[in-house]
């Protein structure tokens, strides 16, 4: 990008030296305008902040997958750490798993996260405060066999969306 400037502004700069270049007077403005949409529209795009390409995105999404956050894992649960208190949550304890997205009535932003209830106590993990959450998604998948991919969406009155994860099966 900053050769296509650079080699845009010489042109620029030669162009204005030796102003008539050619005999006609509408090529030489032509060369002129066009470098300069050249040159403003090379700089929008080095300066502008968004740089989503595949590969950082994809980038991004890998660090997601790979980030413990608060989270620690083991054969037989996870350890989670929050507010200087570490609780243990076993497999086998889980009852039910939510996805949940509550909507704000004052702005366009949405809370969502994760409600995982235990035999004992019920937890709520939100999508942008929690450190980890994407990792835990892909290690509840992985450890719990009956992941409910396509389950109905239920809506209260309040906006509230609720989707059933996971359910464990009645012992028989």
């Not at 700089?43 to 890998?62: H, P, T």
């Not at 389950?151 to 464990?168: A, C, H, Q, V």
Request: aromatic share 16%; net charge negative.
């Amino acid at each position: 990008m900053k050769k296509i400037i650079a080699l845009t502004s010489v042109i620029l700069i030669l162009t204005l030296y030796n102003y008539p270049i050619f005999d006609d007077k509408k090529i030489t403005f032509t060369i002129i305008f066009m470098c300069f949409v050249v040159i403003i529209f090379s700089l929008a795009k080095l300066y502008s902040g968004k740089k989503e390409d595949y590969d950082s995105v994809e980038k991004e999404m890998d660090i997601l997958h790979e980030d413990n956050g608060i989270f620690e894992y083991t054969n037989d649960g996870f350890y989670f750490k929050q507010k200087n208190i570490t609780e243990f949550i076993k497999w086998d304890e889980i009852i039910s798993i939510y996805s949940f997205r509550i909507p704000s009535p004052f702005s366009e932003r949405k809370q969502s996260g994760l409600e995982i209830i235990t035999e004992r106590k019920s937890y709520e993990f939100d999508y942008n405060v929690t450190p980890g959450i994407v990792r835990l998604t892909d290690q509840l998948y992985s450890y719990l066999p009956d992941w409910e991919e396509d389950s109905p969406m239920e809506i209260n009155n309040f906006g509230l969306k609720k989707t059933k994860l996971y359910e464990r099966k009645p012992l028989q």
